[in-house]
């Protein structure tokens, strides 16, 4: 059991925050090894799956794993990556100082990783801008992700702005403003909602400090959690597709059996047919 650092609002207004996990299965697995893109997509797919409660919602309908927070979303991803494969992490990293530039394996825990919980879980915040307007926002969510995605990637600022239009929902006695209106916002009352949304969001910290082996520095490296998450899965297919078949090859499962159980489950049967084989031929 764990506790999201945000949480989610219902719509009655009740706020869940403990969550269940079930670890990965060879399904999700292969989901994630061979679903191209569309990453926040697959998220939610893989969190309605795998969250088996978060509060008193059990299942977790995709619907809701949508409206998560993004550094929800984030941590679920780092606790059902812990849950399913372990706690450690490697990476490979080039050492960022000039004159050094080398290759260095870093090695990290997930429990490390600096997790900062929303002081003032709330399912709008509001604030007031420097002229005085009162201003009301929710934060962004999974389902902004999935949205903003598509299309704008390569915009950042017109992004920006989508993002802000759809998470900002009144500006002084207006209601919630249209694209236009957002993008005529003075960019300093821009800021002063984007840095409010910061400091009432929670967050997941995503960079990592490694040693360099070589030259002994230290350095902050960037690490991206969906990376981590799909990055490490999509490399495993065809080792997938090759433990499935080894396990319906010798005990003659079906492939539906073989794919519900988690990666533990079919490599201890690995290890126990490889250590039956290694008697056999020791026998003969
Ligand atoms: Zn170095």
Redesign the pocket.
């Known amino acids: 059991m764990g506790l999201l650092p945000g949480g989610y609002w219902d719509a009655t207004g009740r706020l869940h925050r403990e969550f269940e996990l079930a670890v990965l299965t060879g399904r999700e697995e292969e989901l994630l090894a061979t679903t191209r893109g569309r990453s926040a997509a697959l998220v939610t797919e893989v969190l309605s799956r795998c969250v088996s409660r978060l509060g008193d919602i059990s299942p977790v309908p995709p619907a809701v794993a949508q409206r998560l927070l993004v550094a929800d979303r984030q941590y679920l991803l780092l606790a059902l990556r812990q849950a399913s494969f372990g706690d450690r992490v490697q990476a490979n990293l080039i050492?960022?100082?000039p004159d050094?530039?080398?290759r260095?394996s870093v090695d990290f825990s997930i429990v490390d990783v600096p997790v900062y919980p929303a002081e003032n879980p709330a399912p709008v915040h509001t604030m007031t801008l420097a002229q005085g307007q009162e201003v009301s926002f929710r934060l962004p969510t999974g389902a902004d992700q999935e949205e903003l995605s598509e299309g704008l990637a390569d915009n950042e600022a017109q992004t920006l702005t989508r993002l802000l239009t759809r998470c900002v929902q009144r500006i002084g006695p207006t209601g919630p403003p249209s694209e236009r209106q957002m993008a005529e916002l003075p960019a300093a009352d821009r800021l002063a909602i984007e840095e409010r949304m910061r400091q009432v969001a929670p967050r997941v910290e995503q960079t990592i400090e490694a040693k360099?082996?070589?030259?002994?520095?230290t350095?902050v490296a960037p690490f991206d959690i969906h990376r981590l998450f799909f990055g490490e899965l999509r490399t495993d297919a065809n080792l997938l597709y090759q433990e499935v078949h080894y396990l319906a090859y010798h005990y003659h499962w079906s492939e539906r059996d073989i794919m519900d159980m988690n990666r533990d489950r079919r490599r201890t049967y690995i290890e126990l047919l490889a250590d039956a084989i290694e008697v056999l031929n020791g026998d003969t």
């Not at 360099?212 to 520095?217: D, K, S």
């Open positions: 050492c960022p100082w050094c530039g080398e260095v360099c082996a070589e030259c002994g520095r350095f």
